[in-house]
């Protein structure tokens, strides 16, 4: 006779006899396992959870037992542990910011000052005036050739310096143009161009970029500085804006003059206005009285005309970009900022 199970039963070691089950226990262990798959689950993933919740403490209370440092309170671990994960990006993001900058290497700056946005399909037809958003006093014609000029002018004297570098100043000024940037525009003109068959065109090409922030010419300058220092890690020997001859005064006398920057490492080269833009001189003594009256353009008609030219918020350079110049970037006086500045002699 078969030995009777009333139970699970093992094997005597040595037996023949298999593991069995009655009928009646087999189905009950069947309905068991059924009914507690989900606290099953539920168990498993609570184990998890506990283990990512220890692992940390533990990892965090090893390396300070090994440094030395003790953990006075729970509280004080538990907060450390949290500070892990944080710490971690807050270490990723410092290690990004600590990357070298991509033009070390450059020492003089080249500005092209932008004057409008590009809105056209096209940008081998810069020269047109329909494929750029204009203001009433541009709308006549010569002034998108003007523009063109002024890039093929920038890549012209940064062909010549191969430790130049060539920046594209202005940003998103014009609601109706859309968010893309005056300096982007100009950049894309120039590549469109072939950098205007430039004999060592790759070159400038690896040694041109944009500043996006500009909302003035005295941005342009002030802008084009710390973006120089981003890109680079230090302020330029040189300079050289490539603008408007009408705006020569503006820039050597009052722009350079608020920024305390050397007149002798500062140059100016520029194309004269479009014939049929008249007016042009009136508006520039106008501007120019402006900025003798408020040279860091932060009032007035100066600041109201700034502001306008900002429709989708994009707001001035961040000090952070270029902490020696931040006195500089919050000053709003009449008067000449007197705090320090790494290129001026004291």
């Known amino acids: 006779m078969l030995p009777a199970y009333n139970d699970m039963h093992h094997r005597h070691g040595g037996s023949a006899w298999p593991l069995r089950m009655s009928p009646g226990h087999m189905a009950t262990a069947m309905g068991m396992t059924t009914r507690q798959r989900k606290s099953l689950l539920k168990n498993v993933l609570q184990g998890v959870l506990l283990l990512c919740v220890l692992l940390p403490l533990w990892l965090l209370f090893s390396a300070n037992h090994s440094e030395g440092v003790s953990q006075t309170s729970g509280a004080a671990v538990l907060a450390g542990a949290t500070g892990l994960f944080s710490g971690a990006g807050k270490r990723g993001r ?17 500005l092209v000052a932008g004057h409008a946005v590009f809105v056209g399909t096209d940008y081998h037809a810069a020269q047109y005036e329909s494929s ?22 920038g890549v012209k004297e940064a062909s010549r310096d191969p430790t130049a570098m060539l920046l594209f100043s202005g940003g998103q000024t014009r609601r109706a143009a859309g968010p893309r940037s005056e300096g982007l525009s100009y950049w894309v003109v120039a590549e469109a161009a072939s950098w205007f068959n430039a004999s060592n065109a790759d070159s400038v090409r690896n040694r041109t970029f944009t500043e996006e922030h500009a909302r003035d010419s005295f941005e342009n300058l002030l802008f084009s500085l710390c973006r120089f220092y981003e890109l680079t890690g230090h302020y330029p020997e040189h300079i050289t804006v490539v603008s408007y001859t009408l705006k020569r005064d503006r820039f ?13 490492n500062f140059d100016f080269v520029g194309t004269p206005v479009p014939p049929a833009a008249q007016g042009a001189q009136e508006g520039e003594a106008r501007t120019v009285a402006a900025f003798k009256q408020d040279p860091y353009g932060c009032s007035g008609d100066l ?12 707001g001035p350079i961040h000090p952070s970009r270029c902490p020696e110049m931040k006195g500089l970037l919050q000053h709003c006086s009449p008067y000449m900022f007197e705090g320090r500045l790494p290129w001026a002699k004291e």
Not at 253 to 263: E, I, N, T
């Open 132 to 153: 750029w958003f204009l203001e009433e006093y541009q709308k006549v014609p010569g002034e998108a050739q003007s523009f063109v000029d002024h890039i093929a002018l």
């Open 252 to 264: 050597t006398s009052l722009h350079r003059a608020a920024l305390r920057w050397p007149v002798a």
């Open 94 to 110: 410092k290690m990004m910011d600590q990357l070298p900058p991509p033009a070390a290497h450059l020492k003089n700056l080249i």
């Open 303 to 314: 600041l109201n005309k700034k502001l306008g030219r900002d429709p989708f918020a994009v």
